[in-house]
């Protein structure tokens, strides 16, 4: 892809490129974001790394990457001709139609002008002096903008392990989030696959008809249920648009962010025989439901999730032929949901196949990469390829990389060295007018849903600082700290266990922190009421001139006088 033309959205008096509002990522929840900011009369200027927009949906494009949230709960509910001119193929769709689906979004509403690819970001420096962020580019490029947002994402960062000889190897190598954008040719390969996450639960069985051989390293089993993926039929497409209402106020409101309904029972108020076959009718139900509208006290109650465990544990079982692998294949370290549950399409029978193999890092562990293949404790495995389906540094992982200092030259990363210390999941003490929509402390659901609120919430507060004569807003610190308590003292309330990658498990020397708002959509949308009743007074919100504090108005401040001294009158605004 080329860049697009220059965009013309530089404010008066100020030079081209610098903006009001620079978000930085081009996934679904950055463009939402320079969509908000346009339509409120905001200059704004997205940067993205990639050669393309879509975010994870650019990156990530390994065989059989698809959503497993249902594509029309995922996708863009502000637009009623938008939702009725995009005909989704299937319940679950594949990557290729996720980023085309994304790029007419951004021609529909003509965003691409206001896009710059290949634009990574390498520092982004809060100046003090003029309340401005000065943002840096890998070509040497510095732009200035009022307000900065990092829609980066929680699932933008590859992890690869620290392996000896990964360096080594001599045969080709991907990670499930960099693949390339030409495909990758399988046909006739020795291909080895590490981690059954989410990526590599999709592309093994994606893969295992084309190569020669496929060998899978698990390290955990994962309780891995079907997708139930189908086409979406003519009746269906009809009733999704006649329902387009209904479905945006359930989407809207929803605590998880699904269609799924919840169930009204327990497990036990069911006879073992009603209880089987519930669990039967989950089985065959799509996606998170199984989660979602599962019985009530499937996270809670640790006898109810052991027999649905079991219920799944019988399932593999019976799919898969050799019982040592189907042991190998059934989580011994963790309940259902303590980790984040994958939905396969044909995974277990993959194992099937004659020419598939299981290798169980716990029984043989890695001992390094060679310059042909992979040595373990039983022995050493050549291959042509080499699929690192090994995970993402989760939640800060891309902030952590973007050499954001703020307030006096505060680093974020020693900021949070401890781990993220948040308001809302979208400010943090120290860094005045950036917002992180879509970092730590976000969703615990279908995240668009999630971080739209929380793009919703910096647009209408961007549009209250202009009404209002404001250009600076600061989270206070109390705010944050009762927050970032509710975070950590909910976290033990979490069906997922520290072994997930929500609490940073996964990657070496992270701080174990809980990385979700362990309140949920609920507290999300009770905070951000509380902050509209009580009129900003969490955020400490100022003006400037010639590069001085007119005025400000903080969280113990119960009017708007003005502190710097001097005749009060309103601060010229840096917007358009």
């Not at 000889?165 to 499930?176: A, I, K, L, Q």
């Not at 996270?299 to 050799?322: G, M, P, Q, S, Y």
């Not at 995240?447 to 961007?462: A, M």
């Amino acid at each position: 892809m080329t860049s697009p033309e220059p965009a013309q959205e530089a404010s008066a008096g100020r030079p081209d490129g610098d903006v009001d509002v620079l978000v930085i990522g081009a996934g679904i929840t950055g463009i939402y974001q320079l969509f908000r900011a346009r339509e409120a009369g905001f200059s704004a200027l997205l940067l993205e790394a990639g050669d393309g927009v879509g975010g994870t949906w650019f990156w990530n494009r390994y065989p059989g990457a698809r959503f497993d949230s249902e594509s029309y709960t995922y996708a863009y509910l502000f637009s009623k001709e938008l939702f009725d001119d995009w005909r989704w193929q299937e319940h679950f769709a594949e990557q290729p139609e996720i980023e085309r689906y994304l790029n007419h979004v951004v021609d529909r509403f003509d965003l691409r002008r206001h896009i710059r690819l290949g634009a990574r970001v390498t520092s982004a420096v809060y100046d003090d002096s003029s309340g401005e962020w000065a943002v840096a580019t890998n070509d040497g490029t510095e732009r200035r903008t009022r307000f900065l947002v990092t829609a980066t994402g929680v699932l933008s960062v590859p992890y690869f392990p620290d392996v000896p000889g990964r360096e080594d190897y001599r045969g080709e190598s991907y990670h499930t989030g960099l693949w390339p954008l030409q495909p990758v040719d399988f046909a006739g390969k020795r291909v080895a696959v590490i981690g059954t996450g989410s990526s590599g639960v999709q592309v093994i069985p994606a893969i295992a008809g084309e190569v020669a051989s496929l060998t899978v390293y698990q390290r955990t089993a994962n309780w891995c249920t079907p997708l139930n993926n189908a086409p979406i039929t003519a009746e269906e497409q009809a009733q999704l648009r006649e329902d387009f209402e209904a479905i945006r106020d359930i989407l809207n409101t929803s605590p998880s962010g699904f269609l799924h309904p919840v169930h009204d029972r327990k497990t036990f108020d069911d006879p073992t025989e009603a209880r089987l076959a519930f669990f039967e009718k989950m089985w065959t139900s799509k996606g998170f439901s199984k989660l979602t509208s599962n019985y009530v006290d499937l996270t809670v109650d640790h006898a109810a999730n052991a027999l649905w465990c079991e219920f799944i544990a019988a399932k593999v079982r019976d799919i898969v032929e050799d019982p040592e692998t189907a042991e190998r294949l059934i989580p011994k370290d963790h309940r259902f949901a303590e980790k984040r549950p994958p939905f396969v399409t044909g995974y277990y029978e993959t194992y099937n196949n004659p020419s598939v193999e299981l290798v169980d890092l716990k029984e043989t562990p890695f001992v390094r990469v060679t310059k042909t293949g992979i040595e373990t404790a039983d022995r050493e495995r050549e291959f042509d390829i080499i699929v690192w389906a090994t995970g993402f540094d989760f939640g800060t992982g891309a902030l952590a990389r973007l050499g954001i200092r703020g307030r006096g030259g505060l680093p974020l990363n020693g900021y949070w060295e401890d781990g993220p210390k948040t308001f809302l999941g979208i400010l943090a003490v120290g860094f005045p007018n950036l917002f992180f929509p879509g970092g730590p402390h976000a969703a615990a659901g279908n995240n668009p849903r999630y971080n739209g609120d929380q793009v919703d919430f910096i647009t209408e507060t961007l549009v209250y600082l202009r009404e209002h004569g404001y250009d600076t807003i600061e989270v206070d610190a109390d705010a944050e700290e009762r927050w970032t308590k509710m975070i950590d003292s909910g976290a033990s309330l979490s069906p997922f266990g520290e072994i997930s990658y929500y609490f940073g498990s996964n990657i070496p020397g992270k701080p174990r922190r809980y990385l979700l708002n362990s309140g949920g959509r609920p507290k999300l949308f009770k905070e951000i009421k509380r902050v509209y009743d009580n009129d900003y007074k969490a955020l400490t919100l100022s003006r400037r001139s010639d590069g001085r504090d007119r005025g400000e108005r903080r969280a113990d401040d119960p009017g708007q006088a003005e502190r710097g001294g001097g005749e009060e009158e309103p601060a010229p605004s840096v917007f358009t």
